[in-house]
């Protein structure tokens, strides 16, 4: 049972069998796709296509193109516990692209996606993001843009 040579040489990190592992852009395939409803909505789903379990913390950090702000989150969605995925399972964050009644203000079509991965703590990095692909037309949001926390279903993720 020796298991020289494996890992990242980070040396002792691991905090026993709860060891801490963010899934990121590097252990995780990532899809951000418009749904039909809720109206001005998007749903990303990150599978964890590592070896081991990872975990989705707080909330994704999105940045369409160039974006100087970050979204906000619904803070209604805040689950009970991170998220965390076996291998080969899935999690997911809704996306409130645009205010449904025009409220927004600076509306504009992203073509670019960035999700990021947040740390132990909050705003910590989490590692790589992910670009996932975009439809060709690009998606619309305006300011009134927010983002669930990561949840382990596309019902509860699309329930805000």
């Known amino acids: 049972?020796?298991?020289?040579?494996?890992?990242?040489?980070?040396?002792?990190?691991?905090?026993?069998?709860?060891?801490?592992?963010?899934?990121?852009?590097?252990?995780?395939?990532?899809?951000?796709?418009?749904?039909?409803?809720?109206?001005?909505?998007?749903?990303?789903?990150?599978?964890?296509?590592?070896?081991?379990?990872?975990?989705?913390?707080?909330?994704?950090?999105?940045?369409?193109?160039?974006?100087?702000?970050?979204?906000?989150?619904?803070?209604?969605?805040?689950?009970?516990a991170v998220v965390t995925l076996a291998p080969g399972e899935s999690g997911y964050a809704g996306v409130m692209l645009s205010a449904a009644d025009g409220s927004g203000a600076g509306g504009t079509t992203g073509k670019k996606l960035a999700v990021g991965f947040q740390g132990r703590t909050p705003n910590s990095d989490g590692g790589p993001a992910a670009i996932p692909s975009l439809p060709a037309a690009g998606v619309y949001y305006d300011s009134s843009l927010t983002v669930t926390y990561w949840q382990y279903s596309k019902d509860d993720a699309l329930t805000y």
């Open 1 to 80: 049972g020796s298991s020289a040579g494996k890992g990242s040489g980070s040396g002792g990190s691991d905090d026993g069998p709860a060891a801490f592992n963010p899934c990121n852009g590097s252990n995780t395939s990532v899809s951000a796709a418009p749904v039909s409803r809720p109206v001005n909505h998007m749903l990303i789903t990150v599978k964890n296509t590592g070896s081991k379990n990872c975990d989705l913390t707080y909330y994704p950090v999105l940045r369409f193109d160039e974006m100087q702000w970050v979204p906000q989150p619904v803070e209604d969605s805040k689950p009970q």
